[in-house]
């Protein structure tokens, strides 16, 4: 056995590796931390929301910069005029601090996606700033968690607390610090733009948030106000709301091509209003591909923009999942869904849940008036078929008590896949020593290996031409001389 693997009584994990790990508990300086805050006293949050606490379940912090804030900002816009050049500076600002959050918070620093260098960093950590949802720090710290504990307690926005916890409720209430996952940040901390930007975090947010937009429409085309309204305050707001969009919409809408047991999901709405942070359930599967769309034609601007920074020389190691890693986890959740699928029809009742017939039994009941068929060692009940059979009653009533086996695999007529299928689901018994049938029946019987190819649940999985009534070189018969 080599020797990094960890045996029998020996822990995978090293206790001192767990107890070098940076606390998953917020420091005293960080924005999100109450300042009081005891972890040996009881959190509010240990205790139910009633109508005469309430307010203390409140963050009134995170209120004020994403409800307070915005709804100021609607107010003001009803006295200042939006002009054309402010709009478009909106706009654009409103993209580059939606970078900052997808490009940099999100896929270079929660994910470590690719490595940029250090003014691209210096950008990123400027602009992300600017969309006023926390230091990079504390950002990662939180996503890595959402990560490591998808819809757990442990996630910080479980979409499994409802769709508006997800998207804003985990920002407007109070949470309990001890509650958040553990993950290690200890690379961040390592990271001098991202300790640089935590300690003056309050400065970046005040300067790229705020001070930056107004200035540029004001000192640009003499638009002061304008600018601090809608590229500003405004902006501000879209890109939160946008941004949010991660934790709820991606975990709410679309399609799960990848993985079905956690909640996230891919969907091109989310896409558009994400900057391409929609195909989500891609990016749970693989978290460290600087791409969330795989595909040309999906909508994915961060990756575009990751890409165009390499070719100029700002960006560099790009992480990729071969394809044929991605392509694995898609082929096998399509085989799960083909299981399900495959669960929901009649196969017919299964060979071992049949009664055993006597062979002369059986002549015996069909020559009494049964509509019984034996193909393959199978007895089928076809009473009900004889009426509706494409090559006529005649030709299924000469099988009727007889060895139709050759018949209906050539001697006569060589069945369809369709038709073989059909005959599955009339089957009524089998007759002892019947071809194959009865001495698979009697392994099972005896507990020996039947080597039938089942699916997760144990459903047998018939194959088309896999039928047990398709017999491949039937014998001669005299109707097919
Ligand atoms: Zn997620
Ligand atoms: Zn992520």
Redesign the pocket.
């Known amino acids: 056995m080599p020797s990094h693997q960890p045996v029998a009584g020996e822990q995978a994990v090293n206790p001192d590796y767990l107890s070098s790990q940076p606390s998953a508990m917020a420091k005293p300086q960080e924005p999100n931390r109450t300042k009081g805050y005891d972890p040996k006293k009881p959190h509010i949050t240990d205790q139910p929301i009633t109508r005469k606490n309430w307010y203390k379940h409140v963050n009134w912090l995170n209120c004020a910069f994403i409800v307070g804030m915005p709804l100021f900002g609607c107010i003001a816009a009803f006295w200042v005029p939006l002009q054309r050049k402010t709009a478009i500076w909106a706009v654009l600002y409103y993209f580059a601090t939606g970078l900052g959050i997808t490009a940099g918070y999100h896929r270079l620093w929660a994910h470590t996606s690719y490595s940029a260098t250090l003014p691209l960093k210096i950008f990123l950590a400027g602009v992300g700033g600017g969309a006023v949802e926390g230091s990079i720090r504390w950002w990662a710290r939180d996503h890595r968690a959402?990560?490591r504990y998808?819809d757990t307690e442990k996630d910080p926005y479980s979409v499994r607390k409802g769709l508006l916890y997800s998207h804003i409720g985990w920002m407007v209430m109070k949470q309990n610090p001890k509650r958040i996952g553990r993950t290690d940040i200890s690379d961040l901390n390592d990271d001098q733009v991202v300790v640089w930007q935590h300690r003056h975090y309050l400065k970046v947010v005040l300067f790229t948030g705020l001070i930056l937009p107004t200035l540029v429409a004001g000192l640009g085309w003499g638009d002061w106000v304008g600018g601090y309204i809608y590229a500003g305050i405004l902006r501000i707001f879209f890109v939160q709301q946008a941004t949010f969009c991660?934790?709820s919409l991606?975990?709410w809408l679309g399609e799960q091509p990848f993985d079905d047991r956690n909640s996230?999901r891919d969907h091109v709405v989310t896409a558009l209003v994400t900057l391409g942070e929609g195909y989500?359930n891609f990016?749970?599967e693989f978290p460290s591909d600087y791409r969330n769309a795989i595909e040309w034609f999906q909508y994915d601007p961060t990756k575009w923009c990751i890409w165009a920074w390499k070719q100029l020389g700002l960006a560099y190691d790009l992480k990729q999942f071969r394809s044929n890693e991605i392509e694995k986890g898609r082929v096998q959740q399509m085989q799960k869904k083909l299981d399900q699928k495959r669960a929901r029809l009649d196969w017919g009742v299964p060979l071992d849940q049949l009664p055993v017939l006597e062979w002369d039994d059986y002549v015996e009941q069909a020559n009494n008036g049964r509509g019984l068929i034996a193909v393959a060692g199978v007895v089928h009940d076809v009473a009900d078929f004889i009426k509706d059979h494409p090559g006529g009653k005649a030709m299924i009533r000469s099988g009727i008590g007889k060895d139709a086996t050759a018949m209906f695999n050539g001697g006569v007529y060589n069945h369809s896949n369709a038709a073989h299928n059909l005959l599955s689901t009339m089957r009524v018994g089998v007759i002892r020593g019947g071809c194959e049938v009865e001495i698979w029946k009697r392994a099972q019987r005896e507990n020996k290996d039947v080597h039938y190819i089942k699916d997760e649940a144990g459903n047998r999985i018939v194959r088309a031409g896999n039928q047990v009534t398709r017999i491949q070189h039937p014998p001669e018969t005299a109707g097919a001389a």
């Open positions: 959402h990560h998808t991660v934790n991606a975990h996230p989500h990016h749970h």
